[in-house]
């Protein structure tokens, strides 16, 4: 848009001011894509405060029969379906998570989801878009996956090959631009097309593997590296054990195109990789 079609506001996630906000503006799409998910942002506690409190705070200030939202676009992430080593090939959108969340972060995608549920069901003339990001890669990106895939090493779990799925920073505001052009209710996993293995992935970006993280205390050893340098964190671990794969022709069904496959999200990190010291 042209500046004289678009208005910036910076306001607190405060119900009350977004609400006047959306009331003054006659806003009739909310796009929500607040949602920090990465242990190098910020702090769990602020991570809750933002994710669950801010999205509350959202979904009461879109709501109430003089409300002009029509349509609410939310990121989320496919963390919401966890890592376990009894998980399918492939998780569709119908799929629940099977076993309940541990991690904090992954409580707050579940309590979101809850929340939308509960909005949707409350308001069944609005569309409610939720969109299940895959982690995101891209050379504006600055997150644990992004730091570890950048190492000159990749510390690797013993005995491990886990299966690795992303999608490229551009698909997701692609992803997102989707979603406010065309009517889409419901939730939709947005990942690259493919899913490549650890060691796949480690080949790409030319960097050598090494498998040097114990099977058992695995989380300690990571804590220990990451105290000492190494770009690991105890976030990833039960990704790089069991790995996690999502499907994504829900979304694709819509008409939308991804534009860079797994591999051609890597192969372009591996371009900005060696572009970004010159």
């Not at 894509?33 to 801010?54: C, Q, Y």
């Not at 889409?184 to 293995?197: F, R």
């Not at 022709?249 to 900005?272: N, V």
């Amino acid at each position: 848009c042209s500046s004289d079609l678009t208005e910036f506001v910076e306001v607190a996630d405060a119900h009350s001011l977004i609400r006047r906000i959306v009331d003054a503006a006659e806003i009739d799409t909310v796009v929500d894509t607040r949602l920090v998910l990465d242990p190098l942002i910020t702090t769990p506690k602020r991570a809750h405060e933002n994710n669950v409190i801010g999205t509350m705070n959202i979904l009461t200030a879109c709501s109430g029969p003089d409300s002009p939202v029509r349509k609410l676009v939310v990121r989320s992430s496919t963390r919401y379906y966890g890592v376990h080593q009894d998980d399918p090939a492939f998780f569709t959108e119908e799929m629940r998570r099977p076993h309940p969340p541990k991690n904090l972060l992954d409580k707050d995608v579940c309590e979101v989801e809850d929340a939308l549920r509960t909005f949707r069901d409350r308001h069944p003339e609005k569309i409610v878009t939720v969109l299940r990001f895959a982690t995101e890669i891209g050379p504006d990106v600055r997150s644990a996956w992004q730091r570890y895939l950048s190492a000159p090493v990749i510390p690797t779990i013993l005995g491990f090959d886990p299966r690795i799925q992303f999608i490229h920073e551009d698909d997701m505001a692609h992803c997102l631009e989707h979603a406010v052009r065309f009517d889409l209710d419901g939730i939709y996993n947005c990942a690259a097309d493919g899913v490549l293995a650890l060691s796949e992935v480690a080949g790409l970006l030319g960097t050598p593997t090494a498998p040097v993280l114990p099977p058992v205390g695995t989380e300690a050893a990571m804590a220990l590296m990451q105290r000492a340098g190494v770009p690991v964190h105890p976030d990833l671990e039960r990704t790089l054990r069991f790995g996690k794969a999502v499907d994504n022709r829900r979304y694709k069904a819509t008409g939308f195109r991804f534009t860079h496959t797994t591999r051609e999200t890597l192969l372009a990190l591996r371009k900005h990789l060696k572009l970004a010291p010159l």
